[in-house]
């Protein structure tokens, strides 16, 4: 059955250390995997995309890495402050379907 | 821009009830679809629809819901009758041409009783 794993409910770590959230996919062949930010109460806001074909992509204090041999995504907050704290979902999305299907999310805290 | 608009934000209904949640897409989104959040289950797609037609209705619980979207600018879910096990997060998120990234709306928080 097609499954969609994040490592862990919930992660604890110190402000100005990285945090690394991991997102590992079974029987789906995805042209991108996304990753989304939603804080309590919200809708999910995105943060990145990365293609089936790259590796890494980074935007400010956000990696993400995309490894379709080991069908998996990691991603990573360098830095982290306690404002990054959230639940962080990944959402693969396959060829010719503009639809998106989610994992269950990991909740980061950062404390100061 | 206002973003994807959600109502309401929150409904309290007894079972047996009809519910109509609604979302208005982001404008020149050509997209749009409805979520269903749970502690159990995460955030599922239930429909979605492109240039106002129904693609993937595959996610739909059971006939008691519905959804239509009559215009680009408008779209209802509908659940008829509402059960206990309905209570749920409902978010709609639109996205664009070529729409990779979606956008969420913040939700209605439905409580059926």
């Known amino acids: 059955s097609q499954k969609i794993e994040q490592n862990s409910e919930a992660l604890n770590i110190q402000e100005g250390k990285t945090a690394t959230l991991t997102c590992n996919y079974t029987n789906y062949s995805p042209a991108y995997l996304q990753w989304y930010r939603q804080d309590p109460g919200r809708g999910p806001v995105f943060l990145l995309l990365?293609?089936?074909?790259?590796k890494e992509k980074r935007k400010e204090r956000l990696k993400v890495t995309f490894d379709t041999t080991l069908k998996q995504s990691l991603f990573h907050i360098t830095a982290s402050q306690p404002a990054d704290s959230a639940t962080y979902l990944c959402?693969?999305?396959?060829?010719?379907?503009?639809?998106?299907?989610f994992g269950a999310g990991t909740r980061l805290t950062v404390k100061p | 821009d206002a973003g994807v608009i959600q109502s309401p934000r929150h409904e309290v209904t007894e079972m047996g009830q009809e519910v109509t949640l609604r979302c208005k897409p982001i404008?020149?989104?050509?997209?749009l679809f409805w979520y269903r959040q749970t502690m159990m289950r995460g955030l599922e797609l239930l429909i979605y629809?492109?240039?106002?037609?129904?693609?993937?209705d595959s996610g739909m619980p059971e006939d008691r819901f519905s959804a239509k979207m009559p215009n680009a600018s408008f779209s209802t879910l509908k659940i008829q009758p509402s059960e206990p096990r309905d209570s749920a997060v409902y978010f709609c998120a639109s996205s664009g041409l070529g729409g990779e990234t979606q956008y969420f709306g913040p939700g209605t928080r439905l409580l059926v009783l």
């Open positions: 404008s020149g989104h050509n997209s």
């Open positions: 629809f492109n240039n106002n037609v129904p693609i993937d």
């Open positions: 990365i293609r089936e074909n790259e």
């Open positions: 959402a693969i999305t396959l060829y010719n379907n503009n639809d998106m299907r």
